[in-house]
């Protein structure tokens, strides 16, 4: 089966809602969410109405200042899946907002709440590593994680609760998102990387204490409805070698075995390029992929090749 003519999967990166070190206010991110559905709806345009347009985002900074919240309110503590599916809601809303008015031909937008499957026996279950919440002095954070059994660990100079960061293994509501895509919907979904959940033994699903990587859940979305590209747009233009030191260099296009053979940043480049190598490995034997990593601003330029990293297939 070949990939899918036309669709074409943007993951937003964090800064779509907020720059580094911007206070989480509602203007700024509103502000930043306005320039987001500009770069969207151009592309958009430029690709014709008959692109099947996809719309991922990150969820960190709205989540963390739930979960802070959550804790200093003096009960218990809301379950993260509860959260994200907050965040998920939040940040729909305002991506539709701004993206329905600047799309082309009133195409229309929809937010679906979307929830990723993952195994309840994934080994990051035993090793929680993704921090999220209130950092604390190492004595309140140890009372806390004794009352609430919790994990915590050293971020910095105080200490955070970390959570687990399991393997997404399916999108529960892909048959959904391509009945909309169908349509002539642009769908905006997977929100934080979706909520994790696990079989429960009555036969249905149900969430879990986790969070779920939001550039390797696009990948996987993206792989499962057969899109063609797979967008992921961050704060830099490119994926660089020796980032952040005198020596770095951009990679404006290298081979997944090439890119696996570096190592970049595990909270910050290394899921981009993770997700980028899976897609392209997952389109093996189909028709020709994209998976590229660059600036929001530069997306149109990216996808023509002109700007940012793309990754091609090893042989």
């Known amino acids: 089966m070949s990939a899918r003519?036309?669709?074409l999967v943007v993951a937003l990166g964090g800064n779509a809602l907020l720059k580094r070190g911007e206070r989480p206010s509602s203007d700024a991110q509103r502000r930043n969410v306005r320039v987001a559905a500009a770069v969207i709806a151009d592309l958009a345009r430029h690709r014709g109405p008959e692109t099947g347009l996809v719309v991922t985002h990150g969820n960190g900074p709205q989540v963390g200042l739930l979960a802070r919240q959550s804790e200093l309110s003096g009960g218990l503590p809301s379950p993260l899946d509860e959260l994200g599916a907050q965040t998920q809601g939040m940040i729909g809303y305002l991506v539709e907002d701004e993206l329905r008015d600047r799309l082309p031909d009133g195409r229309e937008v929809a937010t679906l709440l979307t929830q990723v499957a993952v195994d309840a026996g994934d080994p990051a279950f035993e090793r929680p590593t993704k921090p999220i919440g209130t950092a604390l002095p190492q004595a309140?954070?140890?009372?806390?994680?004794?009352?609430?059994?919790w994990t915590i660990a050293l971020d910095g100079e105080q200490w955070r609760r970390v959570v687990p960061s399991p393997e997404p293994i399916r999108i529960l509501e892909q048959r959904s998102i391509e009945l909309l895509l169908d349509a002539g919907v642009v769908v905006v979904c997977a929100g934080g990387g979706g909520v994790p959940v696990v079989p429960d033994p009555a036969g249905?699903?149900?969430?879990?204490e986790a969070v779920?990587?939001?550039?390797?859940s696009s990948a996987l979305l993206a792989q499962a409805i057969d899109a063609e590209a797979l967008l992921l747009l961050t704060d830099v233009d490119a994926v660089y070698r020796d980032f952040g030191r005198d020596t770095a260099r951009a990679i404006r296009c290298a081979t997944v075995a090439e890119l696996r053979s570096e190592h970049f940043a595990p909270g910050s480049m290394g899921p981009k390029v993770e997700a980028a190598c899976r897609f392209i490995e997952g389109g093996r034997g189909r028709?020709?992929?994209l998976a590229a990593i660059g600036a929001l601003e530069d997306a149109a330029r990216i996808l023509r090749g002109e700007a940012g990293t793309r990754v091609v297939a090893t042989d």
């Not at 309140?140 to 059994?149: D, F, H, I, P, T």
């Not at 779920?212 to 390797?216: A, E, G, Q």
């Open 5 to 7: 003519p036309g669709r």
């Open 204 to 208: 249905g699903w149900r969430g879990v």
């Open 212 to 216: 779920v990587d939001k550039d390797l």
């Open 140 to 149: 309140q954070a140890e009372s806390l994680a004794r009352a609430r059994g």
């Open 287 to 289: 028709a020709p992929r």
